[in-house]
């Protein structure tokens, strides 16, 4: 982020262009993802998500729609529309996108940073076993 400005609607956040598009729409032309690119992927994952942590921002909707790819090939999160700054650490709210959602979310109970980190190890499993539904 290069920066952000806020009117009395919306904020809105100057991002880096990311000519990559979604990682989305890659991971369906593909099918799945060699390991050796799935552990690419979750190394720019894991370090973006240490950052957001260290600044006590927890993402809540980590998944492949909402992760871009950069002009080096590298991943960056977007969209932190469910996003929260918790400096508790401690949150409550349901949200984000339920093949995701880590069973103490999903249960009601209270919830921190891990979210991320467990959809982060569900992205790991769906890179490398992906298969695209056929409607």
Not at 88 to 96: F, Q, Y
Not at 102 to 110: K, Q
């Amino acid at each position: 982020m290069y920066g952000y400005f806020y009117d009395s609607k919306r904020i809105y956040l100057m991002l880096g262009f990311s000519p990559g598009g979604e990682l989305y729409k890659q991971l369906v032309s593909k099918g799945r993802f060699s390991e050796r690119v799935t552990a690419r992927y979750s190394c720019d994952l894991s370090q973006a998500l240490a950052y957001c942590h260290e600044k006590h921002v927890i993402h809540r909707d980590i998944k492949p729609e909402n992760l871009l790819i950069g002009s080096n090939g590298e991943i960056k999160i977007a969209d932190f529309g469910w996003s929260v700054h918790a400096p508790n650490s401690r949150r409550n709210t349901l949200c984000g996108t339920l093949d995701y959602l880590p069973p103490e979310m999903v249960e009601g109970h209270d919830h921190d940073k891990m979210v991320d980190v467990w959809s982060l190890g569900v992205l790991m499993y769906e890179f490398l076993n992906f298969t695209p539904c056929s409607y």
